[in-house]
Nanobody, 128 residues
Framework: QLQLVESGGGLVQPGGSLTLSCAAS????????MGWFRQVPGTERECVAA??????????WHADSVTGRFTISRDNAKNTMYLQMNSLKPEDTAVYYC???????????????????WGQGTQVTVSS
């Protein structure tokens, strides 16, 4: 099993920045596809970014709503994934979750049904 723990959420003013971290332990982090999701109460969990990795390199995907503002990255040596969030807007307010799909590191996965493991979530609130 993979255990995932998010950190870095909080309250920030519009236009501000936050960096979320997802620390993984357990199974081999480098073999997992990874993604960041967010959820507002009463709505479906949506993927904001996903990243795949292989020995030939990595590739990422970002939702249209965050492209140019958010950047996903991973550090396999530290078993950690990040989400750098800039130019935050009130509509970015949500609980953010990191997710892992074991043994699928080569794939970019954007559906929540594709992921096996989830963190507990971290609240991001964008408000003045």
């Amino acid at each position: 099993q993979l255990q995932l723990v998010e950190s870095g959420g909080g309250l920030v003013q519009p236009g501000g920045s936050l960096t979320l971290s997802c620390a993984a332990s357990g199974r081999t982090f480098s073999s997992a596809a990874m993604g960041w999701f967010r959820q507002v109460p009463g709505t479906e969990r949506e993927c904001v970014a996903a990243i795949r990795w292989s020995w030939s390199g990595s590739a990422s995907w970002h939702a249209d709503s965050v492209t140019g503002r958010f950047t996903i990255s991973r550090d396999n040596a530290k078993n950690t994934m990040y989400l750098q969030m800039n130019s935050l807007k009130p509509e970015d307010t949500a609980v953010y979750y990191c997710a892992a799909a074991d043994l699928k590191a080569r794939f970019l996965l954007t559906s929540h049904t594709a992921y096996d493991y989830w963190g507990q979530g971290t609240q991001v609130t964008v408000s003045s």
